[in-house]
């Protein structure tokens, strides 16, 4: 096991009426990209929102390098060198590839934009991560796979050490798929932690070794992929046996439905099961 990059300990959250997350803890080594899973409304999202710090936890500590740290504010996780790619990419169409990887932080010379020095940086950032996209292009001209390889190039001209993708192929093409795991590994050989959010087994099966489990906004533990069979897993992400509760004709859908998710083959007209 890798030296440990960041934890998360007992962290609770509540919003009016609802308790999102109730002790949940987690960890990242340097390198390693950790598998997230856990049903729609899980606390997923939540749990990673306050590690970039849209949200503030009502309880719980984080660790960064060992040290302790209160991320507030968005800002503070982007001076520790937090940042999350969300499903809905934060771009302006309007602006260049450079634009929008150094928004509000534009290189000047004097009073002036150092336009030349901004492209200048932007593509070094591109190249590093083998991306191959013109940084006078506008963003709004790209497609989805492109724009969302450039919220990761902004990202890392954070310097960011932690990265958080929330579901990041959910438009991909297989192409574009493998173009996105190609720079994932160039962060994890950077020494880049990094949490994967998925449903699909065969994505976390490519990139992650280990995968946290939550569910109902609770941590229900953490697994070696190489140890643990999709079924074992589905168990743990719904918390029963789908074999023992559901009628034959449920249980059956039910399981088929959750293979599929996790396995990235698209569901037919089968039920999600909530609980």
């Known amino acids: 096991m890798g030296q440990e990059l960041f934890r998360m300990d007992g962290i609770s959250k509540s919003f009016p009426g ?3 997350l109730d002790k949940v803890s987690l960890s990242v080594n340097k390198g ?22 849209v949200h503030r936890a009502d309880e719980g500590e984080i660790f960064i390098e060992g040290e302790k740290v209160v991320i507030d504010s968005v800002a503070k996780a982007h001076d520790l060198g ?4 969300m499903q809905e990419l934060n771009m302006c169409g309007h602006l260049s590839v450079a634009d929008n990887i150094f928004i509000g932080r534009a290189h000047k010379k004097g009073i002036f934009i150092d336009d030349k020095k901004m492209h200048e ?8 991560l083998g991306i191959d996209i013109n940084t006078y292009a506008m963003v709004g001209s790209l497609s989805i796979a492109k724009q969302q390889m450039v919220e990761i190039a902004k990202a890392i001209s954070f310097n960011s050490k932690i990265l958080v993708l929330d579901e990041p192929t959910a438009t991909l093409t297989e192409k574009e798929i493998d173009q996105l795991f190609g720079i994932i590994r160039r962060l994890k050989e950077k020494g880049v932690g990094m949490v994967y959010i998925s449903h699909r087994m065969a994505e976390l099966n490519q990139i992650c070794e280990r995968v946290t489990i939550i569910r109902d906004g609770q941590y229900i533990g953490t697994r070696n992929l190489n140890e643990i069979t999709m079924d074992e897993l589905v168990n743990m992400i719904v918390g029963r ?3 023992d509760k559901y009628p034959k004709h ?8 959750w293979r599929q998710k996790m396995s990235k083959e698209e569901p037919k007209s089968m039920p999600i099961i909530y609980v």
């Open 250 to 257: 449920t249980e059956k859908s039910a399981i088929l439905f």
């Open 121 to 128: 940086e932007a593509q070094k950032i591109l190249d590093d």
């Open 241 to 243: 046996s789908l074999d």
């Open 18 to 20: 609802v308790k999102a």
């Open 32 to 53: 390693e990209v950790l598998g997230l899973v856990g049903e729609n409304g899980a606390g997923k999202s939540t749990l990673m929102k306050i590690l970039s710090g």
């Open 82 to 85: 937090v940042s999350i790619i």
